[in-house]
T-cell receptor
Framework: GENVEQHPSTLSVQEGDSAVIKCTYS??????FPWYKQELGKGPQLIID?????GEKKDQRIAVTLNKTAKHFSLHITETQPEDSAVYFC????????FGKGTKLSVKP | DTAVSQTPKYLVTQMGNDKSIKCEQN?????MYWYKQDSKKFLKIMFS???????INETVPNRFSPKSPDKAHLNLHINSLELGDSAVYFC????????????FGSGTQLSVL
């Protein structure tokens, strides 16, 4: 089955800096790669996603890139703000979503 | 209006008890899920269910069972609770056309003493 590795497990940045979170997946047949943000005490919320026929997608300060050959994808957050502090999960899907283990992002004011 | 709601938010119980967590979605979705999040924040799928098919993660003990009275509800029943069942349980839903876009509830924190 699918296996998703996510790095780093924790990430601390200064407000205004960029943050990058990386994931790799094992099943080359996976075709959908979402990113979820989980704030304290809440459920995960979809923030951006990408399909295997696209290499990059951007939505304001967040962007996701996908390298199918290497089977890895990344989340990029620019101009980070304190409200970006949360746990971020990548996932890969062929049938059901398989999640990475999460990255706790802390943005220091 | 809450899209995916689950109750209770907190559940504290003794080992060996039987408990249920309720989930309702008002999004008109046809597929619902239960996920378990352990103390290290790892999210693992337990079940996915639509009106035709129940898919069970093979690692889930048979003490856990989903019950769906209708398309908008998927409850989770747990028998003979064990200490290791302590976790946060999330309900989620999606539509068949965009099955990967999950909408999660706010979670139920289960503590087994």
């Amino acid at each position: 089955g699918e296996n998703v590795e996510q790095h780093p497990s924790t990430l601390s940045v200064q407000e205004g800096d960029s943050a990058v979170i990386k994931c790799t997946y094992s099943d080359s047949a996976s075709n959908y790669f979402p990113w979820y943000k989980q704030e304290l005490g809440k459920g995960p919320q979809l923030i951006i996603d990408i399909r295997s026929n696209v290499g990059e997608k951007k939505d304001q300060r967040i962007a996701v890139t996908l390298n199918k050959t290497a089977k890895h994808f990344s989340l990029h957050i620019t101009e980070t703000q304190p409200e970006d502090s949360a746990v971020y999960f990548c996932a890969a899907s062929l049938r059901d979503l398989i999640f990475g283990k999460g990255t706790k992002l802390s943005v220091k004011p | 209006d809450t899209a995916v709601s689950q109750t209770p938010k907190y559940l504290v119980t003794q080992m060996g008890n039987d408990k249920s967590i309720k989930c309702e979605q008002n999004l008109g979705h046809d597929t619902m899920y239960w996920y378990k999040q352990d103390s290290k924040k790892f999210l693992k799928i337990m079940f996915s269910y639509n009106n035709k098919e129940l898919i069970i993660n093979e690692t889930v003990p048979n003490r856990f069972s989903p019950k769906s009275p209708d398309k908008a509800h998927l409850n989770l029943h747990i028998n003979s609770l064990e200490l290791g069942d302590s976790a946060v349980y999330f309900c989620a839903s999606s539509s068949r056309g965009t099955k990967e876009k999950l909408f999660f509830g706010s979670g139920t924190q289960l503590s087994v003493l």
